[in-house]
C-alpha cells in the first residue's frame, strides 16, 4: 500500500485545515489509519487513528475535541480535520497504515506503511 499525505499549508491560529491520506496500491478499508506528527527538534508524536472497517476513532489528549478523523472508503482516503488550529500543532503531518488494532495503535512501530509528511504550520 502506498500513501500520500497532503493539505498541509500555512494558517493563522484558530484556522482550520483538512489533511487528506489517499491511498492506491491497496484497500484503506482493512487498515487501522494513525496519523502522526513530528515538530521541529522533537520526537513523533501520535495525533489520532481510525479503526479498519469501523472507522472508530481514537486521538491524542492535545488534539481531543479539536481533530476529527474520517474515512471514505470510497475514495480509498482518511481525512484530518484540524479545527481551532494552534501554534503548537505546527509539525510534519504523516499517515500510516497498518494492521493493527486501536488499542496499540498509538504506537508508530506497529504500523507497516507510512505517506511522504505534510507540512503544517501555525501563525500565531
Known amino acids: 500500500v502506498q500513501l500520500q499525505a497532503s493539505g498541509g499549508g500555512l494558517v493563522q491560529a484558530g484556522g482550520s485545515l483538512r489533511l487528506s491520506c489517499s491511498a492506491s496500491?491497496?484497500?484503506?478499508?482493512?487498515?487501522?489509519v494513525g496519523w502522526f506528527r513530528q515538530a521541529p527538534g522533537k520526537e513523533r508524536e501520535f495525533v489520532g487513528a481510525?479503526?479498519?472497517?469501523?472507522?472508530?476513532?481514537l486521538y491524542a489528549d492535545s488534539v481531543k475535541g479539536r481533530f476529527t478523523i474520517s474515512r471514505d472508503n470510497a475514495k480509498n482516503t482518511v481525512y484530518l480535520q484540524m479545527n481551532t488550529l494552534q501554534f503548537d500543532d505546527t509539525a510534519t503531518y504523516y499517515c500510516?497504515?497498518?494492521?493493527?488494532?486501536?488499542?496499540?495503535?498509538?504506537?508508530?512501530?506497529?504500523?507497516?506503511?507510512w505517506g511522504q509528511g505534510t507540512l503544517v504550520t501555525v501563525s500565531s
Open positions: 500510516a497504515a497498518g494492521r493493527t488494532i486501536l488499542s496499540t495503535s498509538r504506537n508508530a512501530q506497529y504500523y507497516n506503511y
Open positions: 481510525t479503526r479498519a472497517q469501523s472507522g472508530v476513532p
Open positions: 496500491g491497496g484497500t484503506i478499508s482493512g487498515y487501522t
